[in-house]
């Protein structure tokens, strides 16, 4: 199986296939404490077969993450879009920036695309964040994007809170 995976274009990034010219960067998110909300940090090698699993997940579900990059720089600047691991309880709109692109309401534009996307080219109209219960920003980040807490629940062994997406149209 192929899948097409679609190019999003907002004012200010790209949202786009994961590619092997993203490693460097990833390896550097990666290595900063920040990374332990998303399961770092972690050695290149584990980064490597993260990279591995964002294309994989694609090629399974149909679906997966985008990788965003900034159109000025064309650098990568974080990732998001619809996750749905095994031990996941449905699908998530995931969302990462990189520290370096902070402040700039990138993880907002990036994350308001990816969830419009995920309803429009895979029928995904109503996702939930998997917020660790320390993640301030990423709390934030899904309240301002309209979610609402629904539960907490044990995920991979840690507490997550589940924040709902409110329905878009698909």
Known sequence: MSVVIPTIETER???????LDDLEAMCAFYAEPRSHF???PVDRGHVWRTLLRSA???QIRGYGIWHVTDRESGRMAGFTGPLNHIEWPEPELAYSIFSEF??????YEAASAARAAAATHFGLTRLI???DPGNDRSRALALRLGASFERE?????HVAHIYRHPEIAG
């Open 13 to 19: 990034l790209v949202l786009r296939a994961p590619q």
């Open 56 to 58: 994989g997940h694609w």
């Open 129 to 131: 964040s998997l917020v």
């Open 153 to 157: 629940e044990m995920v991979l062994g």
């Open 38 to 40: 998303v399961g770092g």
């Open 102 to 107: 902070e402040g700039r309401g990138y993880a």
